[in-house]
């Protein structure tokens, strides 16, 4: 969509404000930073930062494409990056590039899907299942404040000791929802390359496909921020912790959801955990900053046609 970038460009002032569009591009295992694109693929896009969107698109990407696996282009240069290893139970995160924090209001989903054999030669067209997810933290402001991402910098998981041995993607994703009561929820995700050790025996699950994992209309997708007061509802499938496979993929419970990190080495249920607070191991790694606009996302250009993110 080169025409609605020069646009943006071009509208006066916007060039300077930094905008809360963002790529992760850094893996953290155990505290420890990888390099930029270590062990994260990268995309192929012109701007890296772009988001993926059903209509309205940059770079012809929608949802419903293979290259929703890993975004553009990163669906099959598994070779052009290294495979980290992690032992199960492992706190990981993926933190996003040039200083961007994610001031868009929306959750973040992390999926992992395991590669028959070397996850550098994997297209990502196996299961996938989700082992963490952040929704609202507070009562706060649902176009802002109130998601547990707001302003950080990174989402950060843990492993479930119970994933069998092998290597993964790992695909994590925040999305942005200030546009989306008009269908333009924008997708933020990259995969990164793991090597599992010390795992279990569970059975991962639900399992969804990529593309497939959403659909254009599902009420977490197409949901309005405006004027409403809760987001009750998770984008895909329930988060597996360990064990087996257990039913429910509804995801849809209510409350202020978080991280299914804070359940650390022994989770009993695929169920989101319901947490009311901020989750302390993002809490720690990701010190809040004041919630004003400006100052992050140094690496992006304004592009949301929603008036007040267009600003950021
Ligand atoms: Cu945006």
């Known amino acids: 969509m080169?025409?609605?970038?020069?646009?943006?460009?071009?509208?006066?002032g916007l060039a300077q404000l930094a905008s809360a569009h963002y790529f992760f591009d850094v893996l953290v295992v155990d505290g420890v930073a990888s390099k930029s694109?270590?062990?994260?693929?990268?995309n192929s896009r012109d701007k890296k930062y772009m988001p993926t969107k059903y209509i309205n698109t940059f770079d012809n990407l929608t949802p419903d494409d293979t290259d929703f696996r890993c975004n553009l282009g990163a669906t099959s240069n598994g070779n052009t990056v290294g495979t980290a290893e992690v032992a199960?139970?492992?706190?990981?995160?993926?933190?996003?590039?040039?200083?961007a924090t994610m001031q868009h209001p929306g959750p973040a989903q992390v999926?992992?899907?395991?590669?028959?054999?070397?996850?550098?030669?994997?297209d990502g067209s196996g299961d996938w299942f989700k082992i963490h997810q952040e929704t609202t933290c507070t009562d706060g402001d649902l176009t802002s404040t109130a998601w547990c991402t707001w302003d950080k910098d990174r989402v950060t998981f843990t492993i479930p000791a119970d994933t069998p041995d092998g290597e993964y993607l790992v695909r994590s994703e925040?999305?942005?929802?200030?546009?989306?009561?008009?269908?333009e929820a924008e997708f933020f995700y990259s995969c990164a390359q793991i090597k599992v050790t010390g795992g279990g025996s569970g059975t991962p699950g639900p399992v969804?496909?990529?593309?497939?994992?959403?659909?254009q209309d599902d009420a977490a997708i197409n949901f309005s921020i405006y004027g409403t007061k809760d987001y009750t509802l998770t984008p895909g499938p329930a988060v597996w912790g360990?064990?087996?496979?257990?039913?429910?993929?509804?995801?849809?419970?209510?409350g202020s959801q978080s991280s299914s990190s804070s359940a650390s080495a022994s989770p009993t249920t695929s169920a989101t955990p319901k947490v009311s607070a901020v989750p302390t191991s993002t809490a720690s790694v990701a010190p809040t900053k004041p919630t004003g606009f400006p100052g992050a996302g140094k690496g992006s250009k304004a592009s949301?046609?929603?008036?007040?993110?267009?600003?950021?």
Request: glycine share 16%.
């Open 2 to 12: 080169k025409y609605s970038y020069t646009l943006s460009v071009g509208l006066a």
């Open 37 to 42: 694109y270590e062990y994260v693929r990268a």
């Open 88 to 99: 199960a139970g492992s706190e990981l995160a993926m933190v996003l590039g040039v200083g």
């Open 111 to 122: 999926y992992l899907s395991k590669a028959p054999g070397s996850v550098a030669d994997y």
């Open 174 to 183: 925040h999305i942005g929802l200030h546009g989306a009561h008009n269908g």
């Open 208 to 215: 969804v496909s990529i593309p497939g994992v959403y659909k």
């Open 242 to 254: 360990g064990g087996s496979n257990s039913s429910s993929s509804s995801g849809s419970t209510g």
């Open 304 to 312: 949301c046609k929603s008036a007040k993110f267009r600003k950021m």
